[in-house]
């Protein structure tokens, strides 16, 4: 082993889009949150993070032994609390290991040099931390050969980012909220693998000015502390929307599926509206493309669409492939060649069959800048596409 | 007195802005409240009905024997259940003195002849309701001479239409929910009457696309059937927002006041946005107006204005008469020569002190039809300028 050795590790991880939402943490710092939640796993082949995790002892040698991430081919800042509390919980694992097992290369103590990249715009304002401290986890964990499992790694990955513990896992996942002040319980597991119902579609209508306004942290916590609404969602309406999305996945009931869906939106922008000072996520856009999912829910004669937002404006509409002609040709019909994203081997052949009020077509035309299309995925993959060489350099792409 | 003798009554009723909101039945029939509520009446010389109550024996004796009410210019409907409990409880009133007292002319047995107008354009969005019903109320009450108090009177005006039992006396006016099941004791109150608090002003911003969504009957009744968090708002919220919100206007504190009414207003739209499916009566418009109070406010380093929406986009601002500058100033200088509405008097020689952000500010300029100015005022005013002639025929103006 000579020492200018790279150890390498890479993976992929997924975005997901929470059905049942996480807003509210007990605990800051270690990322508890006030309720359980559940999302669905994007299929990575449309939207994934690629994270190649290294360490060598030249960097060590040379004086440069702080850890660093590049993402995005941009340096990034791994000093917060956050991504340290991440680096922390690896190393304590690896050294472990070590102390274990001498024949064990001396890892722990090495600088880690992380860099990553999305397959996606971040332009999109889709929420990439949740695939980035999942991608940044799995690859650290893989480097150091931890036999933890995604669940144990969840603990981990949910102190980067809350709901990065979702994305440890594929298909239908839920975060369990947990009771231990050390947040030990506070763990993400699968409630039904993308195989058990993969027919499920998304389409993110990604809305023009996705400017964020309140950060997700900061408005979470304002939450907390000032609406009076908020202490009944987390009380009563989470749990009861824990059990029966839990029970539409394993029964496979879309229309139970996308009411808990859309009663779950409502309630958490009901709860940001109701923040003092409120903060609203949504905007005309955004309720144009709810009316129109009323429109396709009613002109489809049954519940074939479900809207949700996260903390934007963007839209993502969950529908079955079965139902791709009256979802997506109806969005399709409004937004037409305008914006990008369509595929077109879906897209071809579609006949609309029904029209949504102009009104709502108008907003939806200026205010929808592009769409995602795309489907229920599978948890992180390793694989040998690494962002960093054999020489420990990170890998120039085009 | 001949058989052509005409009586007449005729009184104008203000339109009043709750800043502690009315939302949810839990009697339809009776209009019973699910919670306790509160408003600002406003002045009259903005915004008022007139309406003048008569009857004749001609119209009997014509066989012309319906009741009827011309509203506006426009014959209006007056067979719906609402109206009718109205003539129905004060006919029964009168009908007791009548058989009290053999001397009083027999008018419960006369068709209702009514004639209503309003001073404000119907198109501002402002609801009229409230003025309509408690002037119908007040004016048949005065041509019956009864010797009902508003309190009394304030239980017939609810059952026309809620909101308007508050329209029975001006100044700052509580509606108690009452417990019995009859509504007896659901009727409004006078907290204090505006020339206690006479500094209280109102700027109303009528936001351009004012064509309402979801009328305020049916979307309360799927408010108070679907939204899980709305229990929360009437069990806790608004027992406690009425409690503050009395000692605020007492105390003539307008920090307190202000805070109430911009909470109540959020917690109100909260529940609309938690329904299923969910009800929006604000806009992108309304956003901007709540981001300009809020940099009035920050701009003034105390809260100098309060925000208000009802069930529909307009935006109600609260200041007082020495922060007029601030507040009336700033959307002044936002909204310009563009819109109607301002007061010559007031605007004149105001110096804007501060800017909003230019992105609210494009979205109000672009969304704001004209403004109201006005501020807290009296009670229904007895007057002789009747709109029913001494010949039983609608008097017709200019």
Chains 1, 2 share one sequence.
Not at 62 to 82: F, I, K
Not at 172 to 183: F, R
Not at 299 to 325: Q, R, W
């Amino acid at each position: 082993m000579t020492s200018n050795q790279v150890w390498r590790a890479s993976t992929t991880a997924p975005v997901n889009i929470a059905v049942v939402k996480y807003w509210g943490k007990r605990d800051a710092t270690l990322n508890l949150p006030t309720n359980s939640s559940l999302s669905v796993t994007l299929a990575q082949s449309d939207l994934r993070t690629l994270t190649t995790a290294s360490c060598s002892r030249a960097a060590t040698d040379s004086g440069t032994a702080t850890d660093s991430l590049v993402l995005n081919g941009q340096e990034a800042d791994v000093s917060g609390a956050r991504t340290q509390a991440c680096f922390r919980e690896l190393r304590a694992r690896r050294a472990a290991l070590e102390a274990a097992d001498p024949s064990l290369p001396k890892l722990a103590g090495l600088p880690l040099r992380l860099v990553s990249e999305n397959n996606f715009p971040t332009a999109a304002g889709l929420a990439s931390s949740a695939a980035g401290f999942a991608a940044l986890v799995r690859a650290i964990a893989d480097l150091y050969a931890l036999p933890d499992s995604p669940a144990e790694l969840s603990v981990v990955a949910r102190q980067g980012s809350g709901s990065a513990c979702r994305s440890l896992f594929g298909g239908y996942v839920a975060w369990a909220m947990g009771a231990a002040a050390d947040g030990s319980d506070s763990r993400a597991y699968q409630v039904a693998p993308a195989a058990h119902w993969p027919e499920m579609r998304a389409l993110v209508l990604v809305a023009s000015a996705a400017k964020k306004g309140v950060s997700s942290t900061s408005g979470m916590q304002a939450t907390v502390a000032t609406s009076a609404l908020f202490r009944e969602r987390v009380a009563r309406v989470v749990p009861a929307s824990m059990a029966t999305m839990e029970k539409a996945i394993r029964d496979r009931d879309f229309a139970a599926f996308a009411e808990v869906t859309m009663r779950e939106s409502n309630s958490f922008h009901a709860t940001c509206a109701d923040t003092y000072p409120p903060i609203f996520y949504m905007t005309d856009v955004s309720r144009a493309a709810i009316r129109a999912v009323e429109r396709i829910n009613e002109g489809a004669g049954a519940t074939v669409a479900a809207y949700t937002f996260d903390a934007g404006p963007n839209a993502v509409v969950y529908y079955l492939a079965k139902d791709t002609e009256a979802v997506v040709g109806t969005f399709y019909h409004v937004l037409g060649g305008n914006v990008d994203g369509w595929k077109d081997g879906v897209i071809q052949g579609l006949k609309p069959t029904l029209s949504i009020d102009e009104a709502a077509a108008g907003i939806l035309k200026d205010g929808v800048s592009r769409v995602i299309m795309t489907g229920v995925g599978d948890g992180p993959v390793r694989t040998d596409e690494h962002l960093v060489g054999e020489d420990g350099r990170r890998v120039q792409r085009a």
